[in-house]
């Protein structure tokens, strides 16, 4: 019973291992996006923010650079705990005050931030 149910254990194994593989590969282009968000959106509308997003996109597009096309910024670099307390110290839970705290607690320097 043990043996056969490590085996099943050992598909589970490749498949996850496979994966990690593939998000090392997208990890570049990934971080790229994710730092490009941090140093030049602050001062950017949420409508803005998306077209940057789209448009760096496609760069990394033409520059065959691997990135996930899911890519979701908030969950990338803010954990769910983070933003529930941000949330409940009277942040918004709007996508763009997220954002901004993300841009605010992640920033070396003052950021310029327009909300």
Do not use: C, H
């Given at each position: 019973?043990?043996?056969?149910?490590?085996?099943?254990?050992?598909?589970?194994?490749?498949?996850?291992?496979?994966?990690?593989?593939?998000?090392?590969?997208?990890?570049?282009?990934?971080?790229?996006?994710?730092?490009?968000f941090l140093s030049y959106s602050g001062p950017f509308n949420q409508e803005f923010?998306?077209?940057?997003?789209?448009?760096?996109?496609?760069?990394?597009?033409?520059?065959?650079?691997?990135?996930?096309?899911?890519?979701?910024?908030?969950?990338?670099?803010?954990?769910?705990?983070?933003?529930?307390?941000?949330?409940?110290?009277?942040?918004?839970?709007?996508?763009?005050?997220?954002?901004?705290?993300?841009?605010?607690?992640?920033?070396?320097?003052?950021?310029l931030l327009i909300d």
């Open positions: 019973a043990l043996i056969s149910g490590l085996s099943g254990e050992k598909e589970r194994w490749t498949k996850q291992s496979k994966e990690f593989e593939a998000q090392l590969g997208r990890l570049v282009g990934d971080v790229l996006l994710a730092s490009a923010r998306s077209i940057l997003l789209d448009n760096w996109k496609e760069e990394l597009k033409l520059r065959n650079i691997p990135f996930s096309s899911n890519i979701n910024l908030i969950e990338m670099l803010a954990e769910a705990t983070t933003i529930s307390e941000w949330n409940l110290q009277g942040l918004p839970n709007d996508e763009l005050s997220v954002q901004n705290g993300i841009i605010v607690t992640k920033a070396t320097r003052y950021p």
